[in-house]
């Protein structure tokens, strides 16, 4: 599995930008890896899908935290900090950003909220 070279927060940007050993390299914005924590908050408890984290479009990322050689926990503004970002995790979301928004998006209108 690739693994993060450069990490760089973009602080006015509100956004993780990121390069890859295999020379992928993302752009990733605070809203975005707010709404995909790997967190349980967000996730969900004993495999039930919750509701769509909405309200996060002015969300930053305040800090990052290395988690040893595996990880690191991106501090956002509104408190949350619970989530480790893998490195395979971390990767899946800049290689499949486009799908992933379109599809959060599209669960966002489904429920109508």
């Known amino acids: 599995m690739p693994r993060p070279v450069d ?8 956004r993780l930008d ?9 752009q990733l914005p605070a809203q975005y890896l707010r ?4 967190s349980a908050e967000v996730r969900g408890h ?10 996060k479009a002015s969300v930053a ?5 290395p988690v040893g050689h595996y990880a690191v926990r991106l501090v956002f503004d509104d408190g949350h900090d619970s989530g480790l970002y893998r490195w395979d995790y971390l990767y899946e979301l800049s290689v499949n950003q486009a ?3 379109a599809a959060y998006l599209a669960d966002v209108e489904n429920t109508g909220r």
Do not use: H, M, Q, Y
């Not at 990490?7 to 509100?14: G, H, M, N, Q």
């Not at 990121?18 to 993302?26: H, P, S």
């Open 99 to 101: 799908l992933n928004w």
């Open 35 to 38: 709404v995909f924590s790997p």
């Open 18 to 26: 990121l390069c890859f050993d295999d020379g992928v390299t993302a």
């Open 46 to 55: 004993g495999g039930a899908k919750p509701p769509a984290v909405l309200g």
């Open 7 to 14: 990490i760089v927060l973009k602080t006015a940007e509100r």
């Open 61 to 65: 990322i305040t800090r990052i935290e």
